[in-house]
């Protein structure tokens, strides 16, 4: 079985939260660090959070970084009224032992991409896309380095979450997702279209809860603490799970459908800002830069999760 790196870019969050569990559960899947940003809540708190959450998996082994504290350019704006004041409200967890690396993720992320061989490393962003587009800018060399980049951003059929033309962690930094989604690097999108089929139904959370662990216990309190919004918001039987399904796609891909096609980030109208315009229907001349997903087998893939997150 071939061991594929990776580096997670996260802002937890209740889905990062799962997403990395599932991650740290995944043999296929070698976790070289977490690195942190600014998002759903502020900095201190995300990196206390991914912190919890490799305890609770027994993985205080994990490096975590933290990274950037706002977009670039643009005053952050967070998601308390969804993930709660901590981030990752729901499950009572203790305050983590392991330290924070005294290292920034930023160069974290440069080095470890110009030390390993060219075309190892995997990235799955599931925040806002700053810390990845400062390494770039900071250190092009290292972009022809990644092997490719699955991140969660982004929404076309299913309109927006935070603006009604644009999904939350594009909108916080358009910026630098501009960046990435210019930088020429394999790129998978799992958006909003994805992620808005992948509920959290009852029976969905009923399972992770009867896995019996401390995990499964986590799992279910973290994900009916997103329901608790969400699906008043959408009036959908569930929460959708947006982040796991970026370490998902990885371990599984045939689960998923989409299409290649060129996806570009708005900027500057302060209307549809962070929108990601995507060429579905192929109308524009615009070479394709993204693998944009659009659907997933859903019943696979919590069934995937619940089996993975039974081995923590
Ligand atoms: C994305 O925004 C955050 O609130 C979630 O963690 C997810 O990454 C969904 O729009
Ligand atoms: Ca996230």
New binding site residues.
């Given amino acids: 079985m071939e061991t594929q790196q990776i580096i997670i870019d996260t ?6 939260a799962v997403a990395i569990l599932l991650a740290l559960a995944s043999p296929e899947l070698q976790v070289l660090g977490l690195t942190c940003v600014a ?2 809540v502020a900095l201190n708190l995300t990196t206390l959070n991914a912190r919890k959450i490799c305890e609770l998996a027994g993985r205080a082994d994990i490096p975590v970084y933290g990274g950037c504290d706002r977009p670039m350019g643009r005053a952050l704006i967070t ?1 308390e009224h ?2 709660g004041h901590s981030g990752m409200d729901g499950p009572d967890l203790p305050l983590p032992d392991m330290p924070l690396q005294p290292v920034h993720a930023v160069g974290f992320l440069i080095d470890t991409l110009r030390s390993a061989p060219p075309k190892t490393i995997t990235l799955c962003p ?2 806002p896309l700053t810390n990845i587009a400062t390494a770039f800018a900071r250190a092009p060399d290292i972009v022809t380095r990644v092997r490719q980049i699955v991140l ?2 982004g929404s076309h059929f299913k309109a927006g ?2 603006t009604p033309a644009a ?3 594009i909108h916080v930094d358009p910026d630098a997702a501009a960046m990435v989604f210019a930088s020429g690097v394999a790129l998978t999108v799992v958006p ?1 279209d994805v ?1 808005h089929k992948a509920l959290v139904t009852p029976a969905r959370n009923a399972a992770f809860n009867a896995i019996g662990t401390a995990v499964g216990r986590a799992v279910a309190q973290l994900t009916a603490f997103a329901d608790r919004y969400d699906s008043t918001k959408y009036g959908a039987p569930g929460a ?1 799970l ?2 796991p399904c970026v370490i998902a796609w990885l371990l599984a891909p045939h689960l998923f459908s989409g299409r290649q096609i060129n996806v570009e980030i708005e900027t500057s109208s302060e209307l549809t800002m962070g929108m990601t315009v995507a060429d579905w229907w192929g109308v524009t001349d615009r070479s394709a830069n993204a693998l944009f997903l659009g659907d997933v087998d859903a019943e696979a893939l919590f069934n995937l999760m619940t089996e993975r997150l039974a081995r923590l």
């Fill in positions: 802002d937890p969050g209740q889905d990062d998002g759903n998601a969804v993930h599931l925040g969660m951003g979450n935070v999904e939350f962690n909003l992620t959708p947006h982040d």
